[in-house]
């Protein structure tokens, strides 16, 4: 599953458009019960999260889970975000946007 910031716009409409490309389990922090998932506020506020038991994995390491469930073209490229160099170009891009998510506009419905 992926728990993502609900207040956030910018990670509404990208867990909307994974919405529409798999059936992944998407949850909003706010709907999610983040004490059993091991999660905090903070921590969903500073990162997505893909949780399955006992694997937790935030960032750029989440979005790779995620695009690798997605098949295709998209399972290539978060192979590679899990490896070298292309993994530490991964987690700047992601540190980048998620600093700068507030810039991004549309609406969270």
Known sequence: MLVYDGDCVFCC???R????RSDI??????????EALG?????????????????KLSGH?????????????WM????A?????VSLLAALIYRLVAA???RFGGGCS
């Open 39 to 55: 999660l905090t506020v903070a921590d969903t506020k500073r990162f997505v999260w893909w949780v399955d038991g006992d694997v």
């Open 13 to 15: 409409r990208c867990a």
């Open 76 to 79: 290539l490229l978060g192979a």
């Open 25 to 34: 389990d998407l949850l909003a922090d706010g709907e999610a019960d983040l």
């Open 61 to 73: 390491l989440a979005i790779g889970k995620v695009l690798r469930s997605l098949g295709g073209g």
């Open 81 to 85: 975000m899990k490896v070298p160099p």
């Open 100 to 102: 700068n998510r507030h």
């Open 17 to 20: 458009w994974v919405a529409k």
